[in-house]
């Protein structure tokens, strides 16, 4: 068990070393760091610390509700069946030395800053140093029946319940044919991920349909972009511009619908701001992300679920508290509901680490500067644009895919999952 679980104050492994600038108690127990959330933002934390902090340092535990961690930017091919579940993710203890960073599967149910606890599903963790990495919630701004009825592209969990209820619902259309819905695929979307997966699910149903002895052309995938939705519920938004003149969604059979809002989901379909009733078996929801619930729940200051966060990217309320990844409002960034990029999360956890450790040892502390690469926003899905573009993005995607593997597991995982692709 952990030092941070049991209080004892021992040291995982190794003999605790005097250092005088490390930072102690005054009963010399090493100060204990506690990484919420093992996602883009958390394992880029556990990962740094792990190569560079001394054993005799500090006491890292890091804490994820599953004991993997998995690649967002796939989880659309994950949902229209192009790859396993099991491809897109890497067991979190294959990425750490228990040594240097103990690992506790558990679900964060509370955050308790003025006690420096965190309450768990299955007991209290008591930190000096948190960081919280727990990423976003989907955003349904309210539209009814949205939560209830629609699925959504957010975690290994929901994409598969994607995947198996497509192949349901062919099936279904087996046993009462008469029932143009079951065939209809609704993806409201307000980014590239919604795009993505039209896109990708285009390209998967030819094959599902012979496999469910389906004819191909009775399926229909209805994109919607529902930023017009979200103008209406006070949240920010672009339009997903040419999507439509790109002539690929064209090319591939989908539907592109624009600035028509969507009024509500049931379990019939979609409700349309024009009164239309659209029949859909499948809608998928993907209108944005908000900041998770925990933080203000916790009494942290917060904008629309996130936090504003210091040049260290540190709590001002609680400099001993680091948010990073989609929960972190950056300095200067004006728009508080900005989405977030997988590179910008890896960085800012990488960061939150070099913090620390000036911090242990009495250093001064590194102040957060980004600088934007072409390979930062790969989320704008290859099928937006069409020819040498859309090739060119694509590119984009895959390369900063691998760069996201190379920082958090080396060329070992690159290896493992994205050229031999093994679970
Ligand atoms: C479907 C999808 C596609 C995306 N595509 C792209 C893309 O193509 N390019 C790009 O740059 N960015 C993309 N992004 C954005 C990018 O993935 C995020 O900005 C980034 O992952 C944010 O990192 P994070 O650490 O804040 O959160 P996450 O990476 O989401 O990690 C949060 C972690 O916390 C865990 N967790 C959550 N709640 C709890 C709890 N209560 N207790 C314990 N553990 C918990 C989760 O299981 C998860 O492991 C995509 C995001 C999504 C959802």
């Not at 004892?8 to 959330?37: F, T």
């Not at 919280?132 to 009814?144: K, Q, R, Y």
């Not at 809002?261 to 078996?281: K, M, N, Y």
Request: glycine share 10%.
């Amino acid at each position: 068990m952990n030092p941070s679980m049991n209080g004892r104050g021992e040291a995982a492994s190794g003999r605790p070393q005097a250092s005088p600038r490390m930072e102690r108690d005054h009963a010399g127990r090493k100060p204990r760091i506690v990484i919420l959330g093992a996602g883009c933002s958390g394992i880029s934390t556990a990962v740094r610390l792990q190569k560079r902090l001394h054993l005799s340092e500090a006491d890292v535990t890091l804490v994820n509700k599953h004991d993997y961690h998995y690649f967002n930017t796939q989880l659309h091919r994950t949902a229209a069946g192009a790859i396993r579940p099991e491809q897109t993710r890497v067991r979190v203890t294959d990425l750490l030395l228990e040594a240097k960073v103990h690992f506790c599967k558990g679900e964060v149910r509370a955050i308790k800053p003025r006690e420096r606890k965190v309450v768990l599903d299955h007991g209290v963790l008591s930190y000096d140093y948190l960081v919280v990495g727990l990423g976003g919630e989907p955003e349904t701004s309210g539209i009814p029946g949205m939560e209830e009825f629609a699925l959504t592209i957010r975690s290994l969990n929901s994409v598969r319940m994607i995947r198996q209820h497509v192949e349901y619902m062919l099936a279904k259309s087996k046993r009462e044919p008469q029932r143009a819905s079951y065939l209809t695929f609704a993806v409201c979307s307000a980014d590239a991920t919604g795009v993505d997966f039209a896109e990708e699910l285009a390209d998967q149903l030819p094959q599902l349909c012979r496999r469910y002895d389906v004819e191909p052309s009775l399926t229909r995938i209805i994109h919607f972009d529902v930023v017009s939705s979200l103008q209406e519920a006070g949240q920010q938004g672009k339009p997903q511009a040419q999507a439509d003149k790109s002539g690929v969604f064209h090319y591939k059979g989908i539907e592109f619908r624009q600035g028509t809002a969507v009024r509500a989901c049931t379990p019939e379909g979609l409700v349309l701001a024009d009164g239309e009733r659209l029949d859909a078996g499948t809608v998928i929801w993907n209108g944005g992300v908000k900041g998770s619930l925990l933080l203000a729940a916790a009494g942290l200051d917060t904008i629309q679920g996130r936090v504003r966060v210091d040049a260290q990217l540190r709590s001002p309320q609680h400099p001993e508290i680091w948010v990073v990844g989609e929960n972190a409002v950056l300095p200067g960034v004006q728009n508080p509901v900005a989405r977030s990029t997988a590179e910008l999360a890896l960085l800012q956890g990488k960061h939150a680490a070099d913090v620390l450790l000036a911090k242990l040892r009495g250093r001064k502390e590194p102040v957060w500067a980004y600088k934007a690469s072409m390979l930062d926003s790969p989320g704008n899905a290859a099928a937006r644009l069409s020819g040498a573009r859309g090739l060119r993005q694509a590119a984009f995607k895959a390369a900063a895919n691998l760069r996201g593997m190379l920082r958090i597991g080396g060329l070992g995982l690159v290896w493992r999952k994205a050229i031999f692709r093994r679970d």
